[in-house]
């Protein structure tokens, strides 16, 4: 990845799980569908990502997921969580077996009071965020998703009680992290904070979850591109990979994309010509490193599947590489044979 919205990874090496005081781009909380789905956009796009796992999930409650789209004949939960913290760290996140015990300022200014933290813009600017684990881990971040259906306990600190909610139940007063806290897009009162889930109704079927925190991590792209200085609408960010053809005839010429660009940016925009022609420059390199050629796809294709392969049960793939060598051999006998005149 290059570009000015680009920034090469803020993390300082080494894994969240060995070291102190290592800074994140941003801080996924939770690896179910909503996590790994943030995680996998946010560490596509280059931001330098970990995702903490550990503790309550609501996928441990389901026997068998029967309707998530992709798995004709359903998934068993087992190899649904581990394909999804494989897809998280394949995609790039550090992927971290701990609990987030809290979210804090970092300037351990308190946010409850109303007042939001400054946007940190700047790639040396102190982050927002310190965010302390379970196994005594303390690493800061830019900005935080919240993505544990069954927890926010964590995010009080920031917010106070008003994050919360309180529900009668069994004669009983019971405290929830409130589903409306974060606006439809994931967006909170406290800046660099978004919220995936808990979220009502958003997160209570396992595909509309993932859908959720995808969602929420363009949210936050969108707004970190938009602190950069790209217009709205430009700072969007699709996650496509386009065929070569894509980028045939007038596609392929890159004065095209330019005046593409240039008819996006709102005449009172309000950044300088050269800022525009770096952004400009950094979402064109972007657009022309996303495709790919046939030969390429056959690569991914081949590594996709043994991927899918590792995850299946051993037993079960020979069994079915026999049954297909079987079948090999009768095509084979059954072929006619090769007349020489
Ligand atoms: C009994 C039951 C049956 C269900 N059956 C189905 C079904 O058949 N089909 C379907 O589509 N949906 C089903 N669901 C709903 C489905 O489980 C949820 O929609 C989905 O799992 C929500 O995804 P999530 O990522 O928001 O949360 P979760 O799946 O709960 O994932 C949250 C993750 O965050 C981790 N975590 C929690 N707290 C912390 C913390 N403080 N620090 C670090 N990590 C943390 C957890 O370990 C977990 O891995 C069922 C739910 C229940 C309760």
Not at 44 to 51: M, P
Not at 104 to 130: I, K, N, S, T
Not at 230 to 252: I, Q
Request: proline share 4%; hydrophobic share 35%.
């Amino acid at each position: 990845m290059s570009g000015a919205d680009d920034d090469a990874g803020s993390a300082d090496g080494g894994d969240a799980g060995r070291e102190r005081s290592v800074r994140y781009d941003a801080v996924v909380v939770g690896c179910g569908p909503a996590g790994a789905a943030a995680g996998v956009f946010l560490a596509r796009y280059g931001l330098e990502t970990a995702v903490f796992d550990r503790g309550s999930a609501s996928l441990d409650r389901c026997a068998f997921l029967g309707n998530y789209p992709g798995f004709p004949a359903g998934i068993d939960v087992e190899t649904f969580q581990t394909l999804l913290r494989e897809h998280a760290n394949e995609a790039g996140c550090a992927l971290v077996d701990d609990l987030v015990e809290s979210v804090q300022r970092a300037d351990g200014a308190d946010f409850a009071d109303g007042e939001l933290a400054p946007p940190a813009d700047d790639r040396d600017a102190d982050a927002r965020f310190v965010v302390e684990t379970q196994d005594g881990r303390c690493v800061t971040a830019d900005r935080v998703v919240a993505a544990t259906r069954y927890d926010g306990e964590y995010l009080r600190p920031l917010g106070g009680d008003e994050m919360f909610e309180t529900h009668e139940h069994g004669g009983e007063e019971h405290e929830h992290f409130d589903p409306d806290y974060a606006d439809e897009d994931g967006r909170t009162e406290v800046a660099g904070l978004y919220v995936a889930s808990p979220a009502g109704q958003r997160d209570v079927q396992a595909v509309v979850a993932a859908g959720r925190g995808a969602h929420v991590a363009r949210t936050l792209l969108e707004d970190r591109r938009t602190e950069r200085g790209y217009p709205r609408e430009l700072a969007r960010h699709y996650d496509w990979v386009l065929p070569d053809s894509e980028f045939e005839g007038e596609w392929g010429d890159r004065e095209r994309w330019e005046t593409w660009f240039d008819e996006r940016v709102p005449g009172d925009h309000g950044v300088g010509d050269e800022r525009l022609a770096e952004l400009r420059d950094a979402y064109l390199d972007r657009a022309f490193e996303t495709h790919r050629s046939a030969d390429e796809v056959a690569d991914l294709t081949e590594r996709a599947h043994r991927r899918l392969l590792d995850n299946l049960d051993d037993d079960l793939v020979l069994e079915r590489a026999a049954e297909i060598e079987a079948e090999r051999t009768v095509e084979t006998d059954a072929e006619p044979p090769v007349s020489d005149g």
